[in-house]
């Protein structure tokens, strides 16, 4: 699959990515009993000829997989599930300021007190328009990186929610085989970002010129 070079393309990339990711986990749940098997009448299934084979697998595993995924679907491209929540657990605003903004400031020598507010008002009119007229290599590449980053966050999204599900409805934890993949997504997740994608981040704003920089904070 081609490397996003854009939100947009990379946003397309990210729900059929996390689609395919939900499917395959859940039908890994189903497989070892983790999950119930929901029958699906006949009657239901759309006629779609091209996927027919694909849909009757899928639904040989029950309901829950296909229908879990579709939802996954739903939320990462309609919603931008990745993005809000992002925000909320602060991700964003972390990665904002620790590895694009405060770096640049830096480097330009120049002091500003980075609020959270303040730091969205430079990304929004100094780094975002910057990044526009720089070597689109950097950019490419930070889009690959970033579309990785995305998929891991979305998925352990999915894996928090199914062990939470599981053990509310069951009263009990969830097996200790799916607490160990939820960890080890984390972990993927947080080492990829911390080593990988901020860094990527640092070498596009380390594009943006000084004096670019130091024209922006005085203006």
């Not at 430079?122 to 950019?139: G, R, S, W």
């Amino acid at each position: 699959m081609p490397s996003p070079e854009n939100y947009n393309q990379m946003l397309s990339k990210l729900g059929k990515l996390t689609f395919l990711t939900t499917l395959i986990f859940l039908v890994a749940l189903r497989f070892f009993g983790v999950i119930p098997k929901i029958e699906v009448d006949d009657a239901l299934i759309p006629p779609v000829k091209d996927y027919e084979e694909l849909i009757e697998w899928c639904l040989s595993f029950g309901a829950i997989p296909l229908a879990g995924a579709g939802l996954a679907w739903l939320l990462s491209t309609l919603f931008e599930v990745h993005n809000k929540l992002s925000k909320f657990f602060l991700v964003r605003f972390i990665w904002d300021k620790y590895f694009i903004v405060k770096p640049m400031l830096e480097r330009a020598e120049v002091d500003d007190h980075l609020t959270r507010s303040r730091v969205k008002q430079i990304m929004a009119e100094l780094y975002y328009p910057e990044v526009k007229n720089i070597d689109q290599h950097y950019v490419h590449i930070f889009w690959r990186y970033a579309l990785q980053f995305w998929v891991l966050f979305e998925h352990l999204l999915v894996v928090t929610v199914t062990v939470l599900v599981l053990g509310i409805s069951k009263f009990e934890l969830p097996s200790k085989g799916l607490l160990v993949y939820l960890f080890m997504v984390l972990s993927v997740a947080s080492l990829h970002w911390f080593f990988v994608v901020t860094q990527k981040s640092k070498d596009q704003a380390d594009q943006i010129s000084e004096q670019a920089i130091r024209l922006y904070m005085r203006g």
